[in-house]
C-alpha cells in the first residue's frame, strides 16, 4: 500500500564524516547537492496533498488504496496497465500517498526512488473483462480473467496509481475528508492529506497505470497469462 508522504529526508542526505561543514555546501560546480535533493523530496511531499482533489472533477477513481499498513514491499518502478469494462465496489476511499523503490533500483531515474501515487481501496470490488499488462521491453506480459459468466472478485482491494480514467458513478460521496479518518473501507491514510470516500462507486471503461497492487482475497476466474506484442 501507499508510503506515507512523511518519509524523513535523515539518512538521504550524505554528510562529511568528521567534519562540522553542513552536507549541503556548494561542491566544485557551485551547486549544492544536498539541498537540491530535500528540495525535491519536500516537493513530493507537499504535492501529495492536492492530487486527490482534482479526482472527481476528472471523473476518475478506481481500484485501489493501501490500507493502514502501507505498502509493505519496495515497488520495482516498473508501471503496469490494468483495464476492465466495469468495476463495481462497495466501501471506496482514495488518497494520496508515495512509494518507494529499492535502494539503487535501476529504474530510480532522478526520483529518488520514489513515485507519488494516488491510493485507492475498495472492501469489497468485482470487476468485469479484467486486464494487466506490463511493457518488458520488446515483449508484454499479459494477464486477462473475468471474461466468462464469473467475474474476477477482490476483498481488501488495493492499488497505486499515477493516472486513472473511467466513467465514475458514486453513493453517498464525502470529499475533503482528513484521509486519517476515513471509515468506508477500514483504511486510514496519513494524517493532513486530502482524501474521499463514498459507499458505493461503479466505473465503466477503467483503466489505470498503477505501481503496486495488493488484496486480501483475489479470484480470477478463467485466467491467462502470455506474453504479447500489445499491451491492454
Known sequence: MASSPD????GNTPENSGSDTPS?????????????????VRARRAAVMAVPATL?????????AQGALGVQFAISGMPFTVTAT?????GFEQFG??????EGSPNAGDTGGQVLVVTSAIKQATLTKLCQSVDLGGTNLLITAGSGAEK??????????TELSGDA?????????DASTLTKAGVKGPIGVFSQQADTVRIAHLRQTNYATTAGV???????LRFSDSGC
Open 97 to 102: 500517498g508515495l512509494d518507494n523503490m529499492a
Open 218 to 224: 483475489f479470484k480470477l476466474p478463467g485466467l491467462k
Open 152 to 161: 474476477v472478485s477482490a476483498t481488501d482491494l488495493t492499488t497505486d496509481s
Open 56 to 64: 472527481v472533477a476528472a471523473g476518475l477513481a478506481v481500484l485501489t
Open 86 to 90: 466495469e468495476l463495481n465496489g462497495t
Open 7 to 10: 518519509v524523513p529526508s535523515t
Open 24 to 40: 549541503d555546501t556548494p561542491n566544485a560546480a557551485g551547486s549544492t547537492a544536498g539541498g537540491e535533493r530535500r528540495g525535491r
Open 169 to 177: 458513478a458514486f453513493k453517498n460521496i464525502e470529499i475533503g475528508n
